[in-house]
């Protein structure tokens, strides 16, 4: 009998779609037809109606961690009395009203804030505290300058002695910073200059502290502040750090006539390593030997007048020859 060459006809090929496999086996929980599909569908039932799982997904749609917010409410009218912007005013449903809500709530008219009514659970998780008193605004994010945009608003001044800038080196407390940009108005700074890392940001917290000094002079956060010190140099302008052990008293410097930065440190550490040394003057403030350092901010003051005094009295010799 003759064999017959070549592959012949097996199961392998004609019933591979019957041997495939349908996957892993579902869990109980998935199967519509099992029980625990059916208490799964009554838990999510029950937590849908817990109301504090409720009020967290409503506050969700409206807050966020990052959110800037001024909590309760003597904070919340000063606020909006030095005119921080903001966008949402949330006041608790069934608040008893006094003289500061009903002023608080004439003002968030005024400025067209959007007002929210939200329960007690809710509050709670909007503010991320009990200790609310019924009020949270929600502060606007601060806008920004760049660089680039500071030294543009000063090359469009009539005269070099008004170009300066106040530049911060670790200063990390809002506060101090809203003070520091106070000071910086009040003595015809052009602007100030923060660093993104290991430095406080204008809040609300700040803005208020500015006594509203924010909202007309411009703060640029940038990268790297030693390479925007070196930046500005290249633009003609000079760098006086204020630290202790300099070889100046902050206005005797002899830069004060020129376009110039002032840089500021921590009270604690000062000016860092990189930024003292790019800085072509160390400036310091004769003090007693009872006290070893100032506040940032009252430093900034200190020095922003006496680079002001300073350019005063160049003026008026100026004007007298």
């Not at 039932?45 to 817990?50: G, I, L, Q, V």
């Not at 505290?129 to 030294?151: I, R």
């Not at 005269?159 to 108005?185: F, H, K, Y």
């Not at 809040?203 to 640029?220: E, F, Q």
């Amino acid at each position: 009998m003759a064999m017959k060459k070549g592959p012949t006809k097996g199961s392998g090929g004609k019933h591979r779609n019957a041997l495939r496999g349908k996957g892993p086996t579902p869990k109980a929980e998935d199967r519509v037809y099992h029980k625990a599909y059916k208490e799964k569908q009554a838990t999510n039932r029950r937590k849908m109606a817990d109301p504090r799982l409720a009020a967290r997904r409503r506050a969700a749609k409206f807050s966020s961690e990052s959110d800037d917010l001024v909590i309760g409410r003597n904070a919340v009218l000063e606020a909006l009395r030095c005119g921080v912007p903001a966008s949402t005013l949330y006041v608790a449903a069934r608040i008893e009203h006094d003289d500061r809500t009903r002023e608080i709530i004439r003002l968030a008219g005024i400025h067209g804030l959007n007002l929210m009514e939200a329960d007690r659970l809710e509050m709670d998780r909007i503010a991320r505290s009990s200790n609310h008193q019924g009020v949270v605004m929600k502060a606007q994010p601060f806008q920004y300058s760049s660089l680039a945009e500071l030294v543009e608003r000063a090359d469009k001044k009539s005269r070099a002695m008004e170009a300066a800038n106040s530049a911060l080196d670790g200063v990390t407390d809002p506060q101090n910073l809203g003070a520091v940009i106070r000071s910086a108005a009040a003595f015809g700074a052009n602007g100030v200059i923060l660093p993104e890392r290991r430095s406080a940001s204008v809040t609300a917290a700040a803005w208020k502290v500015s006594a509203g000094a924010a909202a007309h002079m411009p703060v640029a956060r940038v990268v790297n502040l030693t390479k925007a010190i070196e930046s500005l140099k290249e633009r003609g302008y000079y760098s006086v750090g204020l630290d202790g052990g300099g070889d100046a008293l902050v206005g005797e410097t002899g830069f004060e006539t020129d376009p110039l930065v002032v840089v500021l440190g921590s009270e604690g550490n000062g000016l860092s390593r990189l930024v003292r040394e790019t800085c072509d003057s160390i400036a310091g403030i004769p003090m007693s030997n009872m006290v070893e350092s100032l506040n940032a901010s009252v430093a900034a003051g200190i020095t922003l007048y006496s680079v002001a005094r300073a350019r005063r009295e160049a003026g008026a010799a100026a004007d007298a020859k």
